[in-house]
């Protein structure tokens, strides 16, 4: 114990043991469904599920304990919700036509995020920005993630007519995914702290338990069948217009998945699979379609864009909540937190995973009295103890048992970005609007939020509100409009 205080400045921040530990806890399970949902979203890329669960696993509980030894803050990272989404949906399968491709990229965005870290250039950007188009992102991001959400559960389908329309209620996994996300919000508003705290959690665990026992129940009726042509679970003779399956399979049907460490699947996703058959001249040929594609450097721009506001704000969040930030709004250590975090960033394409990045839910643990790095730690060990049990997370992967989380997260995301937000200014008004809508209608965070930046220069400068309006936010909405025109010229000189 004695070394305990010493390691952790007992002195200095009056710390209790079982705080800690129990702040740490709470966190990991409010946070751990990212891991299965992290899993199901970079598999639609083309990676290993069960090993990009298992590398993130790894990962998060590496930072994780890596940021409580060194930098001594209540912090947790995992992969990041929004960027895997990004990675995955957002980028073109047409310009990066391997899932290499993609784990090169943010490899290269992960390392230059670690130098800007290392240097004084990432606070000046967080500075210059202001405070409003921050805020954008946040939306950005959010209003994505829900539309990730409904369209992966089911709720949302495509139409011919009306390109999207409501989902088929009588599809089992949409209807399970809307009675859950609607739980999930209700938790939310609860004024039971544990129920609040824990209600993503509690709706996946729901949408999950109820998923597992209609598909069972479908697959001893034969209404349920596993197609090995395509390696999926598809509806036989179904009512429904589509017959893709969004609901969890028990993991005793998928003889594929075990306990354990599952080397077998982390070798195909880690550094890029170079232990499963992914050569040098295919790393080559990868890296060099990569550089040689323009719009390599306007995503990255955005991935940076998004990471370096969010890896702040959840620092500031937690910072200010130990008393780690002062009333100039400087924090305390947060150079060795963002050396972590930012080591995070650039291993996680090596590793095989979206980037790493601290999140909001660490305030959890804060607010049971948690003040120092052993919580961080404490998440850290739990995400690696789920390292053993991928069968049991394998159930949460599916669409309807996610859905719940990804729609409330955005909501949240929205919501707490909002609430800080002048709605009495119309180019305000506007500009949040139009990001949120574009987001949502283009599958795309970076249309979004370039299409919101855009708005706000214009509407500023029109209205006379030239202070609002920096250089450096005109160059960033400049190198948006060249971006969108890039995306449409690209495929046509390639």
Known sequence: MQLLKKIFKYDENNFSLKSEIIGGLITFISICYVLPVNA?????????????????????????????????????????????????????????????????????????????SLTPVRQKIVDIIPDNVKKLISVAVGSFIIFVGFSNSGLVVYDASTIVKLGNFLDPAAFIAFLTTFLCIGLTFSKNKILKIFAIPIAVLVATILGVIVSSILIANNNLVFENEISQWIYKDCYLEFNKVFLPIAPWFDKTSKFGIDLLSIKKVFMLGVFDGYSSDLFVNDLLNVLKTPLTYFS????????????????????????KVDENGKISGFKRVAFVDSLGAMLSGPFGTSLVTSYQESYVSVSVGAKTGISSIVSGLLFGASLLIYPVFSMFTAGSAIACALISVGLIIIFNTIKEVDFKDPVIVFSFILTILVSSITYSITSGLGFGIIAYIIGMLISKKKEEVNLTIIIVGVLFLISFLLESLTPLIK
Do not use: D, R
């Open 40 to 116: 199901s979203i970079m598999s639609t890329i083309g990676m290993n599920e069960a090993g990009v669960f298992a590398v993130t696993a790894i990962l998060s509980a590496f930072i994780c304990i890596l940021m409580g030894l060194i930098a001594n803050y209540p912090l947790v990272l995992t992969a990041g919700m929004g960027l895997n989404a990004y990675v995955a949906y957002s980028m073109s399968n047409v310009l990066y036509t391997t899932w290499q491709q993609k784990m090169i990229f943010l490899t290269i965005a992960g390392l230059v995020f670690f130098v800007l």
């Open 300 to 323: 990255m721009f955005s991935v940076l864009f998004v990471n370096l506001f969010n890896t702040t704000a959840s620092t500031y969040t937690v910072g200010k909540a130990i008393g």
